[in-house]
């Protein structure tokens, strides 16, 4: 049962690999966990287990597989993380190893026990409240802590607490006393109550939103609950990807409660904040999603932004500071994530090709490819009649489109119509080209349309033309799909009389 073929992901630390897979071993009968500690006795040398305790700690049943789990030990205590997974299929044979175990060379501990079991808790209480009175700790135990490739003597502690309630977990240093690391468990699960994208949307038309043109406090039906991802712990939204950093009077999690129905409706001034970090941590995932990720992300730090910054009915992408702000005249401007996602296109633009839309026709294209981003995105969410419009809450109460919107991607327009005068507006041009956008995407499907637009940002300037941003989407079609679009995407730009595409 030695694999020969296989695939890894190596690990950091210790020169074995994290995980095997893309094997099979021929089917075999057996107990499960026999099974598994054959194959880990046969490939030790690849897993780095010769010689290294390890104890059979679960096995668990799915609906095709067995998963027998591992816990390896020193000297009789568990090292923190370092289990190893075998999993096999129902007839016995072997395709996926999970491995953390640490090698024997790397075996021996960094110190020796120094401080007691009842200092190690005290110190852990400490560290989660300076008062006693709303923490209890709920177990403790010795192990082994790595740090790096070191072995720390260390003490875990689970600590319960009220108001507000947390779920510690507190690693002690067993010579030093030291606090080596912490978390809360229910700190990291956020969840809260969002629309998506907004409650026009949600509910399938403005009907219960809007009274003789008065506005109706949404129903509940018009709310989703979500979790808040990629969190940092600071008790703020700050996340990996997006910091609502900017935001004056933020929401604190530990205080406030995102999902309370009866205290965090749209009307609550945080709600908004919660909207833009929910949105733009979601969008900027899409694009990780489509490959702009690792060393070709598109965001290298969080995105800032101020959920409420501005009384006026408006908002901006700031290229200065490269900061998103909404503003709350009319509709509050993020409780319309159609918007939030307008305004984020301006960011990724300004991301990939700093300085976009200085020229009339960038600054259209700046406008046109925010719509199309933001209808690109909802679109398989929405009912047929709203796909193509824009603001369908912020613009409830606008009357030049049916159903009624801020824009549209769909208009009948081609270069011709563009207004190039002195008091021309960039959001009308703008509908020249997201329609153009939308276009594509009909011709060539959501995920290749949203790959090959990003793409040609790249090559892109912040004096670019219509012309060019056509160029550059076919050229990153050729780099991306071979060419294989380059006939239907010249026939929408030579449609829409943008060119030339030859
Ligand atoms: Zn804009």
Redesign the pocket.
Known sequence: MQIRRYNTIPGMQYGTPKEIWGFRTKPRRGAPHVLAENFIGNNADLLGTARVRLRRVRQIESLGAHHVIFQQRMHGLPIQRAYLTVHMGKEGSIYLIKNRVVPRDFLAPAAEFAIDTSTARKRALNSVAARSKSVRIVASEQLWFPVRSILRPAYRVRIEKRKPRGDWVVFVDGETGRILRKFDNLSEAVFARIFDPNPVIALGSARRLLNNGKFLVPPNSAYVSVRLRALRNTGSLDGRRVSTSLTSRRVDLKRDDLKDGSNFASDNPRFEEVMTYFHIDRAIGYLESLGFRGTRAIFREPLEINANGTDEDNS??SPHDRSITFGTGGVNDAEDAEIIL??F??AIQDAICPGFGQSPEAAAM??GF?DYFSASFFAEKKPRRYQTSIGTWDGVGMTQFDPPCVRRVDLKLTYESFDHGETADE?DNGQIWSATLWEVRRAVGRDVADRIILESHFQLDGFTTFARGARAIIDADRNLYRGRNAESLRRVFRRRGIGPVE
């Open positions: 901006w992408y307008h305004e296109g301006h700046g406008e925010g959001h």
